[in-house]
Structures are given as C-alpha cells and as structure tokens.
Nanobody, 115 residues
Framework: QVQLVESGGGLVQPGGSLRLSCAAS????????MGWYRQAPGKQRELVAR???????NYADSVKGRFTISRDNAKNTVHLQMNSLKPEDTAVYYC?????????WGRGTQVTVSS
C-alpha cells in the first residue's frame, strides 16, 4: 500500500509558476511509475505528466515545454514544475503511483490560474 500526499497548489496569475510535490510513504517508492493528473470542473480526469520507475517521461501535448516532472527516489517524492501557467491549467491536480496490478491516488491539490 502506498499513501500519497500532494502539496504546492494555490492561486497564481497567468504566466506564473508553481511547483507541486507528492510525498509517498508505505512502500518501495522506486518501483512505482509516478504520474500527475488533473481534473477541471465538468471534465474528465486527464494525464498531465508521467515518469516511469526507470526515469522515462511523457507529457500531455497541452503542457509540453511548460511543465517538467521529476522524481527523487531518496526522498520518496515526485515534483511537477509548472511554468507559463494558463487559465486552462486550472484544476485539481492528483498524484498517482502505479505498477502492474496496483494504482494509488492522492487526494489532490487545487491549482487556480487567474488574474
């Protein structure tokens, strides 16, 4: 079992930056693929960025060049650096840990991009 706690959300103006963090506990962090997902009101949850246990990354087209996912296996954390934020990035951002047969979600952190 993995417990995930997100932090770092908040209110930011368009063009600003935020850094989200997800702290994991309860299992061997390094064997999990880690991802950030988001869900805006009235929309389905969507993948934002994912980093595999081996360090490979992939991003949604809408965030490529603006967001960067990284992980620190020594500290059991995964980060999402978000730059050049747009109002359409407003959503609840969730951290997910997955491996074959297992999916674990955090409770989410709100990101609001507004002037």
């Amino acid at each position: 079992q993995v417990q995930l706690v997100e932090s770092g959300g908040g209110l930011v103006q368009p063009g600003g930056s935020l850094r989200l963090s997800c702290a994991a506990s309860g299992s061997i962090f390094s064997i999990y693929n880690m991802g950030w997902y988001r869900q805006a009101p009235g929309k389905q949850r969507e993948l934002v960025a994912r980093i595999t246990s081996g360090g490979g990354t992939n991003y949604a087209d809408s965030v490529k060049g603006r967001f960067t996912i990284s992980r620190d296996n020594a500290k059991n954390t995964v980060h999402l650096q978000m730059n050049s934020l747009k109002p359409e990035d407003t959503a609840v951002y969730y951290c997910k840990a997955d491996r074959v047969g297992f999916n674990h979600w955090g409770r989410g952190t709100q990101v609001t991009v507004s002037s």
